[in-house]
């Protein structure tokens, strides 16, 4: 088919060349996939060395855990045809060695990149402070973000402010968090929803709820891309201690234009089942019905493993046979928890006969 297609150009297009690379890498046939590369002037497309079409080979390699071999073929190709200036193959590799989670050799490339003089980009820190703030190592990602905004060229941007604000919040670095928010939004980089939700979940977490509230009215504020959404109120729900705050929360959540979803009234059915109110949880499931955000397969489950684990073992069965009924299939957890709970009821019911026929006598 190939060949019939480098006879008949018109049929192969840079998009056409993607998709076969793809198909060759994603079958992890590395040599088939390069030599389609190599055969680019055959089908009419630009010689093999395009940057473009060669950052494309490369991606999928990377793409389908082929970083090494991708490397080594970037390197054959690095000094003769000019690409140790060309950052955006480099970020390719980088951005490879990240998804792995391999940082030592991240940061191996990472010395290569300045070895060759080939100036970072935004997306080249952006990968590489992601990484190591996901790894924990807060000293090598603090110290690049630092470095950033002394370089006008190439200053922070809120996608790596959120990537450092995260990674502080969950060494329990609080402070220092809340310190880059400020700088940032001092030095011209707005925050977004991301930068506040992250905030939040991590100071609902210790119970600042006073900080809390305060960027949550922030966010008011600002409005735009920072109004509050549902994994705001969703980490409001989680902080709570009571039935009652309940309401509250979901009263502020509508004010401010945010939609119910079905994943809030299911983490609302998971909270009244935690704090076994009974009366929270019918109506928050006739509103679900009534406004047609479920009940869902998630909400199913709640019910019936929150019923059996409070001792309702026949409320549990109710609301199985209910989700049957509608055609929803129930997860395997839930149905080991049914088989045993039909056991549970059987080895019942015949005590109780055994009982009754004892009495008799």
Known sequence: MLDEMSQR???INEETFSILIR???????????????????????DNELDSEAFRTLLMWMCRYKHVEEAETLFHRYLNKFGFCRDIKTWNVILNGWCVLGNTHEAKRLWK????YKCKPDVFTYATFIKAMTKKGKLGTA????????????????????????????????????LQVFHDMKERGCLPNVATYNSLIKHLCKIRRMEKVYELVEDMKRRSGDCL??????????????????????????????????DDICNLVLRLYMKWDDLDGLRK??????????????????????GHYENGRTKDAMRYFREMTSKGIVPEP????????????????TEKQGVE??????
């Open 112 to 115: 290569d990149i300045i070895a």
């Open 142 to 177: 603090l110290k690049l973000f630092n470095g950033m905004w002394k370089d006008e060229s190439c200053k922070p941007n809120v996608v790596i402010c959120n990537c450092v604000i995260d990674g502080l919040c969950f060494k329990k670095r609080i402070p220092e968090a």
């Open 356 to 361: 009754v026929e004892a009495s008799n006598v």
């Open 333 to 348: 957890r839930t149905e080991k928890l049914v088989i045993s709970m039909n056991g549970q009821l059987k080895e019942r």
């Open 23 to 45: 198909r060759f890498v994603a079958a992890h046939k590395l040599e088939e996939a390069i030599n389609i590369f190599y055969r680019r002037v055959e089908f009419g497309l």
């Open 284 to 305: 928050t499931w006739d509103e679900m019905e009534r406004n047609g955000l479920g009940p869902d397969r998630r909400s199913y489950t709640i019910m019936i493993h």
């Open 9 to 11: 150009k018109e049929f």
């Open 228 to 261: 509050p959404n549902g994994v705001t109120y969703s980490y409001l729900l989680q902080s709570l201690k009571a039935p009652e705050e309940v309401p509250t929360v979901l009263e502020r959540m509508e004010r401010n234009g945010c939609a119910m979803s």
